[in-house]
């Protein structure tokens, strides 16, 4: 299947200081690749891969689940440790999961975490009907462009496959329960008007972690998409600074490639 338009994989070869990002579930890496850019023009070597399933029908999402997903980072990062001295880990919701399962297999080979509006739980009641109620419906509503930002779009699915969804249920349970094996650190920025993940899974993540170099940054003006919403330009400053305190060698330049 095409890709959607948009939602292609990003990669940039730049410095010796690397990062990946993760996108997040039912969305693709065109939610993040304004922050992509920014950090690529900065002189790091930057990786933001499409995640299996995602970015071109939810069809295709139907017959993938967390294996899958958390293999293309995990791969993306070895590359990444390759050919870099220094990696960071960055994620949006569902990505943010995926980042700190990497920080808690990898440990310090994973120099620091930036999670915006990272997802810890699929919430309501729905979440308990999951297991029976995917093999009779396939699919719900969408969870795409929670921005507060008049006219922004997030390229992503309107629908969720339940296939899917349980799997990524059981996916925050086993990384929930890997937490207190995250030691790096860690910026979390999270949305208090989140209309997809609540300020709570942000809350259980921080009192989980065992990271001690630990900062909060509140995104006032944004909804969940906040790389996409009034906030982004801080989340790509703040995410840069924190790069920079420890890793003060950023800031050589490379050669771009899309696609």
């Known amino acids: 299947m095409p890709v959607l338009p948009g939602a292609e994989p990003f990669r940039h070869e730049g410095g010796e200081v690397g990062v990946l990002l993760c996108h997040?579930?039912?969305?693709?890496?065109?939610?993040?690749?304004?922050?992509?850019?920014?950090?690529?023009?900065?002189?790091?070597?930057?990786?933001?891969?499409l995640l299996p399933g995602h970015g071109t029908r939810w069809q295709d999402m139907q017959v993938t689940g967390w294996q899958d997903w958390?293999?293309?980072?995990?791969?993306?990062?070895?590359?990444?440790?390759?050919?870099?001295?220094?990696?960071?880990?960055?994620?949006?919701?569902?990505?943010?999961?995926?980042?700190?399962?990497?920080?808690?297999?990898?440990?310090?080979a994973v120099q620091g975490l930036v999670l915006v509006n990272p997802a810890n739980k699929v919430h309501g009641l729905a979440a308990h009907a999951l297991p029976v109620a995917r093999h009779l419906v396939p699919t719900t509503k969408g969870l795409t462009s929670d921005i507060a930002l008049a006219g922004a779009e997030?390229?992503?699915?309107?629908?969720?496959?339940?296939?899917?969804?349980?799997?990524?249920?059981?996916?925050?349970?086993?990384?929930?329960?890997?937490?207190?094996q995250v030691t790096q650190p860690i910026l979390l920025l999270h949305s208090p008007q989140d209309h997809v993940v609540p300020p709570a899974d942000s809350a259980r993540i921080?009192?989980?972690?065992?990271?001690?170099?630990?900062?909060?940054?509140?995104?006032?003006?944004?909804?969940?998409?906040?790389t996409l919403d009034h906030d982004a330009e801080r989340?790509?400053?703040e995410s840069y600074s924190f790069i920079g305190r420890l890793a003060p060698s950023v800031g050589k330049k490379g050669s771009t490639s899309g696609g």
């Open 24 to 49: 997040g579930f039912t969305g693709s890496p065109q939610s993040l690749r304004p922050w992509a850019d920014y950090l690529a023009a900065r002189g790091l070597t930057v990786s933001l891969p």
């Open 70 to 108: 958390y293999a293309e980072v995990d791969r993306e990062l070895r590359s990444l440790l390759e050919r870099c001295s220094q990696v960071f880990v960055f994620g949006l919701s569902m990505g943010g999961a995926l980042s700190l399962r990497l920080a808690a297999k990898h440990g310090h």
């Open 154 to 180: 997030e390229v992503g699915y309107d629908r969720v496959p339940l296939h899917a969804a349980h799997s990524v249920r059981r996916f925050f349970r086993l990384v929930d329960a890997e937490l207190p």
């Open 206 to 226: 921080l009192s989980r972690v065992s990271s001690t170099d630990v900062e909060e940054i509140l995104l006032e003006q944004s909804y969940h998409v906040a």
């Open 235 to 237: 989340i790509f400053d």
